[in-house]
């Protein structure tokens, strides 16, 4: 069986501008990795430090676990609103394809990347380990410095931020909302970098500061979000 890694050969020691990127949310059934399923999924693309709006993915997936009552609280998507959706085998495709090549850009990262990671391995791709995180650049700047018990909420911290909410709680919107924040976020510690005397921010930089500043709870299977 021949895997494929996507962006694992890709140089991270360049300008952070010249990098594709893509931010990606989910809605799934619930939070519990092991049991349950993606419903809809959103992804925003990113060039040259731009969002590249006519390159959007949205997609409804029909699961074959319920949702639960709490995510419906969360999302709003029953499974009636699902019936005449595709499978996710069917629409998975599309998902690699658009992440294909970029580096992957979510809030919370840790958990897009648990649900990703089996079905990739479906379609025998792994996900790339070059993933950054909305959360954890936020720490880094201070927006979310008080938060080391649990996660900021995305649509909290954009207020914050004084950026633009995008549709809360619908893939794409928060996709779109992800996408726009991690450009105010690294940009922000460009400048810092810049300030210090420093020619560019890497990607390599980023990377390591969101690796660095990220956050798991100890049982990784089940939390509320």
Request: a positive charge; hydrophobic letters at 40%.
């Amino acid at each position: 069986m021949k895997w494929r890694f996507g962006m694992e050969q890709f140089s991270s020691d360049v300008n952070w501008r010249d990098v594709e990127y893509c931010a990606v949310d989910l809605e799934t059934t619930g939070l519990d990795f092991l049991k349950d399923e993606i419903i809809s999924f959103g992804v925003v693309q990113i060039r040259q430090g731009r969002v590249v709006t006519e390159d959007n993915l949205y997609r409804k997936v029909h699961p074959r676990v319920t949702p639960s009552l709490s995510s419906i609280k969360v999302h709003g998507l029953r499974r009636i609103d699902l019936e005449e959706a595709d499978r996710l085998e069917v629409v998975l495709p599309e998902l690699v394809s658009a992440v294909d090549g970029k580096i992957l850009i979510a809030h919370a990262a840790w958990i897009e990347s648990a649900f990703l990671q089996g079905h990739f391995r479906q379609v025998h791709r792994r996900l790339s380990k070059k993933v950054l995180d909305t959360a954890a650049l936020a720490r880094r700047t201070g927006y979310a410095a008080e938060l080391n018990g649990s996660e900021p909420s995305l649509e909290s911290l954009a207020k914050r931020m004084h950026l633009p909410v995008y549709s809360p709680h619908h893939a794409l919107g928060d996709a779109m909302t992800t996408a726009v924040m991690f450009l105010a976020l690294a940009t922000e510690i460009e400048r810092e970098s810049m300030a210090k005397g420093r020619d560019f921010l890497s990607l390599k930089d980023l990377l390591k500061i969101s690796k660095n500043n990220s956050w798991r709870p100890k049982n990784q299977i089940r939390l509320s979000r």
